[in-house]
């Protein structure tokens, strides 16, 4: 292998493990961040609404609960779902066709309070969900993660682009500090050879005799 390929190698090397070490943490923070502003945000949503559904559920009025729900579900792409159990039951939902029993019975509190979950397709989902009042009731709002996930991608994709670019310049320096390098060691070296050639001559050329003892060993002389 010839010194500019070796040069080059080891600073595209370094040069790459910089990117890396740089735009790696983005890359995992951006999206849990904005999981987590997002759950976040439903947590203290949930807890807002949890008081109206209340109210009405006091007169029965499933057809006003299952209307509040629907403004929930549709003010944000990332809510796929809410609805209202009571005593294990669904009360009123937003599903099309009924609540899955998979998301039924889940001791609720007076906090609000996530788990997540997948459905029989391998979608993952944040369940945000609370007790209503101090009755067997319970509020449920749910997130999708892969629609989360979709927000951030515009985001990701311009952090890779900026990684790759970047990449492809450090390709770009690694090759000009290769050559540089090389071509400075080559200038060098026959800087090098003409001052030996030089010393070589007038060694060669003295009219008296001059030798190089090494360890008490002659190693050289001239004629």
């Known amino acids: 292998m010839s010194l500019r390929t070796k040069i080059f190698i080891q600073s595209l090397v370094l040069s790459v493990s910089m990117i890396a070490l740089i735009l790696g943490p983005p890359m995992i923070y951006v999206p849990r ?17 949890v008081s109206e559904v209340q109210r009405l ?3 029965d009025d499933r057809v006003a609960v299952t209307r509040l729900l629907k403004t929930v579900t549709e003010a944000d792409d ?7 159990e009571r005593e294990n039951l669904p ?25 997540r979950f997948k459905d029989e397709n391998g979608a993952s989902f944040q369940d945000i969900f609370i007790q209503v009042d101090n009755t067997e009731a319970a509020l449920h709002i749910g997130l999708s993660i892969d629609e989360m996930d979709t927000d951030v991608t515009p985001l990701l994709v311009q952090i890779t682009t900026f990684g790759a670019v970047t990449i492809l310049l450090a390709i770009l320096l ?12 080559s ?24 030798g190089v003892i090494i360890d008490r060993v002659l190693k050289q002389a001239n004629e």
Do not use: K
């Open 33 to 49: 961040s904005h999981h987590r502003r997002i759950v976040m945000q439903y947590l203290n949503e949930v807890d807002i609404q």
């Open 57 to 59: 559920m006091l007169w």
């Open 78 to 84: 990332c809510v796929v779902y809410a609805f209202v």
């Open 91 to 115: 009360y009123a939902w937003t599903f099309p066709g009924g609540v899955p029993r998979m998301l039924l019975g889940r001791p609720a509190s007076p906090s609000p309070e996530e788990w």
């Open 174 to 185: 690694s090759l000009l500090l290769a050559r540089w390098t090389t071509r400075e060691v």
């Open 187 to 210: 200038r060098a070296t026959v800087t090098l050879r003409e001052s030996e050639a030089s010393l070589w001559s007038v060694f060669r050329a003295a009219p008296t005799g001059i």
